[in-house]
C-alpha cells in the first residue's frame, strides 16, 4: 500500500467522499456561511473559540490506542522522496481533534480500534501493538481494499475508509500536503500591459509614458493613482 492507491481509493467514490474534510455522510453536508466578528468575513465568534480551547483541553484516545493512529496513518500516508509522514505532519492530533468535534465518529473509531486487537489475538495471539510490520499489513489488507474485502469484513471496511478519510484530511490540510499536491492556491493575475503579440497583430503598441508605472507583481498592493482628467499617474 503506498499513498497514491489510498488517494486513487479516496476519490474513486469506494471511501465515501462525503467525509472528507466535513466529517459527514454526503446527506449530512450542509453549507456553512461565513461568521462575522468584529465586521471581518470568516473570523471566529468569542462562542467557537472558547469551544475550540475546551476540546483542545480534552483528551479522547488512550495512549494505547494513539500508537495504534500513528501506525495506521504512516501506513496510508508514508513518508517518500517528495513529502513527509503523516505522524511527522501531526495527523493523529488532528484526528484526536476531530473525535471531539465530531463526537459521531467516537464509537466506530474506538471500535475499530478494538477490532484490531480481536484480529491481531486470532490471528498471532498478540495485540495489535505488539505485531511486526508483516502481521500488521496481514491484518490491514484485510480492510483496506473495499473491493477485495470479504464480506465478514465489511464493518471493518467502512471503519478502515473513514480512518483513510481524516488520515487524507489531516495530511491535505497542512503546508506540505498542499505542496505535495501541487496546490497553489487563488493568485493574484498581474497585468503588465496588452500582451506585445497582439498589439502587432492590431499594428499598435503600448504607449511609452505608461511602460513604467504598469501594475508589477510586487506593487499589487499599491492603489492606482488619476489625475483630474483621467490619466493614470501612479
Known sequence: MNRR??????????VGAGLLLTGCEPEQVAVQGQVFTGGTPGGRTEEEKARDAKLLSETFFTEEEMKKLNTLVDIIMPADSESPSATDLKVPDFIEFMMKDQTGMQTPMRGGLMWLDFEADELFGKKFNELSQEEVMQIVDLVAWP???TEAYSGGVRWFNML??????????TEA???YMGYMGNQANVWDGVPKPVLEKHG???PEK??????????RGKVAEWDEEGNLIG
Open 204 to 206: 499598435v503598441s503600448n
Open 147 to 149: 473491493e477485495k474485502a
Open 164 to 173: 483513510r478519510n481524516l488520515t487524507c484530511s489531516g495530511y491535505f490540510s
Open 210 to 219: 505608461y511602460l513604467s508605472i504598469y501594475l508589477k507583481p510586487e506593487e
Open 5 to 14: 492507491e489510498n488517494l486513487k481509493l479516496l476519490f474513486t467514490g469506494s
Open 177 to 179: 500536503g498542499w505542496k
